[in-house]
Structure formats: structure tokens, C-alpha cells
């Protein structure tokens, strides 16, 4: 058996409809930003329970479109998390502006907002939430920093599809959430991104970012420089018949979730990401820290898994310590947890459809692997 880390699943009826469906768009003569797009982002506001969401081509595009409606400028900051996807911090510098990154917390791996706090100065102009994994991030707390320092809050909700923090839908606080509909996501549309807000001027400014700075399609006036960010509507379609499943798709991530923290619960050395009392993960990803104190490294317990068929992921080094931010940054990051957990963290396979056969495959080659370790060791001394 073979067990992927990550993949998209659609069943028969699914992909009846999705055929079916984008026969329809490719004989209408439409196929970009047409009524599938309109649907998509009307069914999207419904569901994360904002007033307006606006469909683009990625996440990336979702997050530079938000902060270019912020009026960012060169020599502005914004405090972005180092244990993120280098989208979050480069959507930044494609503004002019500068990333200023924030450490993690080490038991939910989210963004620390104590460590905002502290990288907090007098040219911050905005604070990017990123629930890591789908596990809300301390939303009350960014909220009183973001309020108490009069900053922009955005969200980096790209695996955040489903997550509520306190109650209340990730998504929904601060000015806007952005939102992935790539591939490996929740739900996906193959390619493709959404903007989440309740804020009608934002929600314009990006309709026209999204299309050259223009208010459509046709010869109509050019108001302001923008770009092509369009969905197709080819894209639209299947993110449309995902939309349907989520809340199914979130349940069976749970279900995996909760038999990844049974299997693990008697491992003192492996702790998995914390989800705080209150709030909803739907498990983009299942992350587990491996403690100094583990029989094994995690890029060791990553190839014997690999090895024997199951696959992982490092998810993210911190943004920080890539190559061209180190050329770029006029000071150290200090993000010592996150560095730490880019060192330590794997993530286990974790997709719609995964079946009760392939989790005791995965389950059985990591016993396996730590029981044939600790007996190697022990025949040693």
C-alpha cells in the first residue's frame, strides 16, 4: 500500500456534475469571470458569513489584492508570521512594503501575539494572521493588538476552510480573509483564491484589481493600475462542487485527526499541533512536533515513512531563513520557536477519502519504524 501525504478527491457524482457542468461553460462561449464565478463567491460569502467575497486566480493574488486596498506604501511594515508560506510574506513586498517577522507558539504553532506585539513599531501599518494548518490562531487577542495600535488585521485563511475561532468563523475578523483553492487545500477549484470581507470599498478595489484596474469586461475606463487575477470559470466550476462537501470534508479530517492524537497519545516525545478549548481545526494538516528527546530525527522519520510508502510533508521553513529574505533583512528575525518547529515538525497524510485501511498502514509503518529503532539502539549499548 501506498499512502499519499496530500490529494483531492472527488467521487463519481462529483465528477458527473463537474463535466457536465464545464461541457456547459466551454459551449457558452464564456468561460472567464462569467455566472459560475458569480455563484461561487456568492456560495462562499454564505458560507464563511461575510457580506461580500471576491473570486481571483490564487491565494497570493487574494493577499496582494487585500493589501493593495490598504493603500500600502514603501517603508510601511506589516508583522506576518516566519512559520508560513513565502506567499504571505512576499504578497508584502510585491506592495512596496516590508515583512517584519513574528514568532510561533510553541504548543499551537500559530502566531505568537505576544511576539506581535514586540515587533510592533512606529511604521507597522498592519498585522497577517495565519491559521496554520486550519488551527485558529489567537483571534481575540490580534484583534485588541490590532485595535489598541490602529492596524490593519488581515487573515491568510489558505488552509483555514471550515475553522472557526471562538465561535466564530475564521475569515470574518478584521478587514478581510484570504482564502486557496489550490490542489492540496480543504476544497479545492485546481487553482484559484477568494477574498472574504465585509467591507464594500475593499471588496470594489479588488473587483477592479483583479481586472487591470478596470470596473469589467470590454472597453470600459481603466481607474487604477491592476492585474490578471480572473478565475475562469472552468476553475469555478469545480470549486463549486466542492463548496457543497466542505462540512462533510471537515468531519472526516476531524475523524483523521482524532485517530492520529489515539495512536499518538501514549508518545511523550511526539506532540501534535495544539487546537485551543473552543475553537474548530479542520485539519488542513496534522502536524506533530517530535520532541529533542525522540528515538528518531524528523528527516529521518521522514524517509524510513517515505520508504515504506507513506508520505509526509516538512510543510514550512521559516520564511526568515530562506536564502533571498536572509539577503534582504536588515535585522535578525529572532523567531527561535519557529525555527525550532521548522526543525522538528512533520506533517502526516491528510485528505478527503482517507480510508480506515490506509490510516492503519500508517499507523503500523510508524510503530514499526520506532519499535525496529529502539531495538537498534538497545542491541548497540
Known amino acids: 500500500m501506498k499512502v499519499p501525504f496530500s490529494k483531492p478527491f472527488f467521487d463519481s457524482e462529483d465528477l458527473d456534475e463537474i463535466l457536465a457542468n464545464m461541457r456547459t461553460v466551454l459551449t457558452s462561449g464564456w468561460l472567464t469571470s462569467g455566472k459560475n464565478v458569480e455563484a461561487l463567491e456568492k456560495g462562499f460569502a454564505e458560507t464563511v458569513g461575510t457580506r461580500r467575497a471576491v473570486a481571483l486566480n490564487s491565494c497570493t493574488a487574494a493577499l496582494h489584492s487585500i493589501l493593495l486596498s490598504l493603500d500600502l506604501k514603501a517603508g510601511d511594515e506589516v508583522v506576518v508570521p516566519s512559520d508560513t508560506f513565502v506567499a504571505t510574506a512576499n504578497a508584502v513586498l510585491y506592495t512596496g512594503a516590508k515583512p517584519v517577522f513574528a514568532d510561533s507558539d510553541p504548543e499551537t504553532f500559530n502566531l505568537s501575539p505576544k511576539d506581535v506585539e514586540l515587533k510592533i513599531s512606529e511604521k507597522t501599518r498592519a498585522i497577517i494572521a495565519v491559521h496554520l494548518a486550519g488551527n485558529p490562531c489567537d483571534m481575540n487577542q490580534l484583534s485588541e493588538i490590532a485595535q489598541d495600535h490602529h492596524l490593519s488585521l488581515v487573515e491568510d485563511c489558505a488552509h483555514a476552510h471550515g475553522s472557526k475561532a471562538q465561535g466564530k468563523n475564521c475569515g470574518t475578523f478584521g478587514e478581510a480573509g484570504a482564502f486557496s483553492l489550490y490542489a492540496t487545500k480543504i476544497i479545492t477549484a485546481g487553482e484559484g483564491g477568494m477574498v472574504t470581507t465585509d467591507d464594500e470599498k475593499i471588496a470594489e478595489r479588488i473587483r477592479r484589481i483583479r481586472t487591470h484596474g478596470r470596473g469589467g469586461v470590454g472597453p470600459v475606463e481603466t481607474t ?10 472552468i476553475h469555478a466550476v469545480v470549486g463549486l462542487s466542492q463548496l457543497k462537501r466542505l462540512q462533510e470534508f471537515v468531519s472526516q479530517r476531524q475523524k483523521v485527526a482524532k485517530f492520529y492524537d489515539n495512536f499518538l497519545s501514549d508518545t511523550s516525545w511526539a506532540r501534535p499541533q495544539l487546537v485551543r478549548a473552543g475553537n474548530v481545526c479542520p485539519y488542513y494538516a496534522y502536524l506533530v512536533k517530535l520532541e529533542k528527546d525522540a528515538p528518531l530525527q524528523r528527516d529521518e522519520l521522514a524517509a524510513k515513512l517515505s520508504e515504506k510508502g507513506v508520505g509526509t510533508s516538512v510543510l514550512y521553513y521559516p520564511v526568515h531563513t530562506q536564502p533571498f529574505y536572509k ?22 497524510p491528510m485528505y478527503n477519502g482517507m480510508s480506515k485501511d490506509e490510516l492503519e498502514f500508517v499507523k503500523q509503518e510508524w510503530r514499526e519504524i520506532f519499535e525496529s529503532t529502539v531495538e537498534q539502539y538497545a542491541s548497540i549499548n
Not at 487604477?224 to 470559470?233: F, K, M, Q, T
Not at 533583512?329 to 520557536?337: G, I, M, N, T
Not at 518547529?341 to 512533520?346: E, K, N
Open 327 to 348: 539577503r534582504i533583512l536588515d535585522r535578525d528575525a529572532k523567531c527561535p520557536v519557529a525555527e525550532e518547529l521548522g526543525r522538528r515538525t512533520i506533517a502526516l
Open 224 to 233: 487604477g493600475l491592476g492585474y490578471n487575477y480572473r478565475l475562469s470559470d
